[in-house]
């Protein structure tokens, strides 16, 4: 009895996991969104647009609904390839495995990047998130559906690559994902050290969205932007 009450608690307490990770992500969405367009906090943008793009957040809606689906079938299915249920999930193991399948999505996400950024890709995929000049959270949603399944779908060949990694570690790895998703495109700087890397972030990813398209390809480590010489 209490083996079956394991194999049935384990992938329950994953589904759990995953709806608070996506609750999480989007309640912090939403508050970065309220912020980048209060008059409050304007004084925090790095600069402001008049821009509007009509239906925007209907396909930032049905990118999510995309995203959600995509991790959903991963966590049914992806058992044998993606993670383990029945893993240790020490804090080192997490930290070292999550950090390894970031590094390894960063790097091909990189040249995913790139690809995205030739003249017949920037005209039928990528073309559709570069419509967006001044960046707002929610805006790393605004995509051709083609480069959100390309993305989510990098992501889980990355755990492949590293191998059966935790429950919590895929957790892990799909929160902060999704957070440096959420922090590049929020065009906010606050002026306070604990945000240190979200500034640095969004200010990057700002300059790529507004005068430099050809620079700063990588997601979340910048050291491949300066390795490869796209660095700005």
Known sequence: MSSRRKLISNPLNLAVGLAGVGVAIAALGSIATWISASRRFRHLRIHT?????SQKYVSIALNGTLAAAMYAFAAVFGG???????????????????????????????FLHRFLHTPMMMRHV???????????????????????????????????????????????VAFVHSIANIATHTNLVVPHRAFALFNYWAVRHDFHHSTHRNANYASI?????RIFGTYQ
């Open 49 to 53: 647009s008049t821009h509007e793009i």
């Open 80 to 110: 044998d390839v993606l993670y383990q249920l029945d893993a240790a999930h020490g804090v080192v193991r997490v930290a070292v495995e999550s950090i390894l399948v970031l590094l390894v999505y960063d790097f091909f996400y990189y």
């Open 126 to 172: 990528h073309g559709v998130h570069h419509r967006v000049h001044c960046p707002e959270a929610m805006d790393g949603l605004y995509l051709h559906p083609a480069e959100t399944t390309a993305g989510i779908a990098l992501l889980f060949a990355a755990m492949a690559v590293v191998g059966q990694i935790s429950v919590a570690s895929f957790l892990t």
């Open 221 to 225: 480590f910048p050291f491949w932007d």
